[in-house]
Structure formats: structure tokens, C-alpha cells
């Protein structure tokens, strides 16, 4: 399970909407129904309150069972009670304590570290940004909306973002604004300049086309004409000369 937190949260929604007794036995260990001596009822002194709790264990048992791929379910060390299983498959993928621990504080250094590379577009930061925010909530690493922002904010590159992050800034003093509404401002803006772009280069070749057309309409003026002559006068002069070369060989031969 790559995603497990992403995998948990939707296995969690089906499990309520469609087996809300089967998921109430995970909030406590299921213990076999006794009678009055302490000893435990055999299935057919089941009371319909102990049936009910045993099909429900039994139900969320097979749930996971089928959930879990065998390779990791046989992994698992528990009890045999479903709540035991599920705390197995949770301690699994989020790591003991320590390691927990050790990954708070990569990743919080990584966000407080956390800047664009010269080489990246603007779509990549703010991927690798969103990325490292997810990984964070899977921890349950929790920040305030300003403090999402301020650090997308900082990171990119001033040079290009500088004047429109002021004015966003500004912005932000009169509305509300969560990380994703602030992402949103940034990739309009960077189709808005995209598009300036596109213009301005497509304006760029016309007028270059529209000057070498106008240059070529132009009438050749009378020193123009001159200076032709003089070229073709030379190069005719050049002519004779090889000519010439050639003959006064030809005749020494």
C-alpha cells in the first residue's frame, strides 16, 4: 500500500457507510461472550446481543483480510481480534515512535528549508511544495493558512513572482486565503504571462516580416546603381586578368 493514509481514509468511509457494526468492533477488543460461572457460551447459548458482536468481529475481520494484500497481512503481529489487527496495519505503515519522530523532523526542516531550483518551472515547485504539505498532514504536521502560504510565497523566485506577491500580499489583508486559493493566483498569473509571451512574439515576427517586405519594395536609388556597376566593372576586370594568366602559359608551353 504506497498511499496507505489516502488508502486508510477511503477503506474507513466504506467500512462506516456500508458496515457501521463491523467497523464499532474496532473500538474495542472483541472478548468471547461467558455465562454466569465465568465460563465461555458455546454458539448455541448465544444471546442475540452476543451474536450480533460476534458476526460484526467475525465481518470486520474478513473485511481486512480482503483489503490487505497476504504478503502484509501475514506480516502483521496481533492477537486475532479485529481492533488488534487494524492497530497492527497502522503501527505497520506509519513506523514505530522513534521512527515517527524522526520523520517530523525531516520533514519539517525540509519545509523550513524549502525553495525553488533554478532548473524547475513554477508548476514543479509548487508540485514538489504540495507534495511535501501532503506528507506533512499524513503526520499530522499542522500549520496555520498564512504560514502555508508565506512559505510557497518566499520560495518563489522574487525576481519573477516579486511584484505580483506584493500585490497578492495586499490582497490578503482584506480576504482570506488557504493554500490552494493562493496557488490558484499563482498559475492564472503564469497563464496571463504565458500569453503576453505568445503575443508579443507573434507582433515581434510580424513586424520583422513587415520591415523586410517594406525593404524590399524600396526603389534602388542612383548611388546604389553606381556602386553595382563599379562590383560587375571589377569582377569582369578580374576575369580578363585570369584570362590572360592562362594564355601567356599557354604560349610559354
Known amino acids: 500500500i504506497e498511499d496507505f493514509q489516502g488508502w486508510k481514509n477511503r ?34 447459548d448465544f444471546t442475540e446481543a452476543d451474536k450480533l458482536k460476534y ?9 481486512l483480510q480482503q483489503a490487505v494484500k497476504e504478503d502484509i497481512f501475514v506480516l502483521l503481529q496481533h492477537n486475532g481480534t479485529a481492533r ?14 522513534d521512527m515517527i519522530k524522526n520523520k517530523k523532523a525531516l520533514l519539517k526542516k525540509s519545509f523550513d528549508m524549502f525553495t525553488a531550483f533554478d532548473h524547475e518551472t513554477t508548476k514543479q515547485t509548487i508540485d514538489r511544495y504540495c507534495h511535501l504539505v501532503l506528507e506533512m498532514g499524513r503526520l499530522d504536521i499542522k500549520k496555520e493558512d498564512d504560514e502555508w502560504v508565506d512559505k510557497l510565497a518566499e520560495a518563489l523566485p522574487q ?24 496557488i490558484q493566483k499563482i498559475e492564472e498569473h503564469e497563464l496571463d504571462i504565458q500569453k ?14 513587415q520591415k523586410a517586405e517594406k525593404e524590399s519594395d524600396e526603389p534602388v536609388t542612383e ?31
Open 11 to 44: 477503506f474507513e468511509n466504506w467500512v462506516q457507510a456500508y458496515r457501521f457494526d463491523a467497523w464499532c468492533s474496532l473500538l474495542k477488543d472483541y472478548e468471547k461472550p461467558k455465562n454466569e460461572r465465568g465460563l465461555e457460551k458455546g454458539f448455541n
Open 55 to 63: 458476526t460484526s468481529e467475525k465481518m470486520m475481520i474478513s473485511i
Open 84 to 97: 488488534s489487527i487494524w492497530e497492527a496495519l497502522i503501527q505497520k505503515f506509519r513506523g514505530s515512535a
Open 159 to 182: 525576481q519573477k513572482w516579486g511584484t505580483y506577491l506584493l500585490i497578492v500580499k495586499h490582497m490578503r489583508k482584506s480576504q482570506v486565503m488557504n493554500l490552494a486559493q493562493f
Open 196 to 209: 503576453k509571451a505568445k503575443v508579443e512574439e507573434s507582433s515581434t515576427k510580424e513586424a520583422e516580416g
Open 223 to 253: 548611388k546604389e546603381v553606381e556602386k553595382l556597376v563599379d562590383v560587375e566593372k571589377l569582377v569582369e576586370v578580374e576575369k580578363t586578368v585570369e584570362v590572360e594568366k592562362i594564355v601567356e602559359k599557354v604560349v610559354e608551353v
